[in-house]
Every structure is written in C-alpha cells, then in structure tokens.
C-alpha cells in the first residue's frame, strides 16, 4: 500500500491556487506533483487536490492507496460522505465515484507538519500559474 499526501493553497479567497501530491511508495521511490489551479478557495483546492491524487492513482493502478490530508474538511467530508457546504457537494461527489474503484482505500487526517512535502507542492503550483 503507498502514502498519498494531498494538499491544496490558495493566494486570497478566492484567488490562484495550486495542488500538491506526493506520493511515497515505501520502496525509497517518491513521485512529486505540483498542479497549478485556477482562481479558487482554499477549500476548492483541497478537493481539487484530492481528484487529482485520485486521478493519478487510478491512471498508474495504484488502487490500495492511504491518503493522508491536513484539511479537516476534507477528512470530514470523505469519512462522513457529506458535506455542509451544499457548493462542494460535486467535489464529494465526484471523489466518492474515484474511491470506489479503489481496491483498499484509507485516508487520514494528519497535522500540518506531517504534510509539509504535499503544502511545499501546492505553493510551488501557485507560482507557476
């Protein structure tokens, strides 16, 4: 099973924003993904990130995966399968659709200092756009 740590940032709210994933696969072996993002909320971006760690698992058959995020809003959502904010409902939404083609799927909410590689990413992205 790897590590997937997600993050995503955001430069005002709204404003450009960035996603990070690092993916640690146990054997010495890490991949680094920094995606520039539109204008959007923090929030957004933390989904945001979330898909595309998804995506990315799911292009490279990765499909026993633990995430680990530091947004408990993402943890909630994805534990709970629901959000408050009726405005993220297709985020959850289109997650859960990727989660289910997942053999094995965990994710865990981790503070922010274990999740400095994934935050690192997300900024870098936020310069690149």
């Known amino acids: ?4 740590y997600i993050d995503g940032a955001s430069a005002g709210d709204p404003g450009p924003s960035g996603a990070g994933v690092f993916i640690n696969y146990k054997n010495g072996q890490v991949e680094h993904h920094s995606v ?13 990130a979330l898909i595309i760690a998804l995506d990315l698992c799911i292009e490279k058959g990765l499909m026993a995966a633990s995430f ?9 959502a994805i534990e709970k399968r629901y959000v408050k ?3 993220f409902q297709p985020y959850l939404d289109n997650a859960i659709q990727r989660i289910e083609q997942f053999d094995l799927f965990f ?10 590689n994934a935050d690192a990413l997300a900024r870098r992205a936020i310069n690149k756009s």
Not at 1 to 4: L, N
Not at 68 to 76: A, H, M, N, Q, V
Not at 107 to 115: E, F, G, L, R, T
């Open 68 to 76: 680990r995020t530091d947004s408990k809003l993402i943890d909630d």
């Open 36 to 48: 520039p993002l539109s204008n959007m909320s923090n929030h957004e971006a933390e989904y945001e």
């Open 1 to 4: 099973m790897i590590d997937v």
């Open 85 to 87: 904010n009726k405005r």
């Open 107 to 116: 994710m865990k909410w981790v503070p922010s200092n274990q999740n400095r």
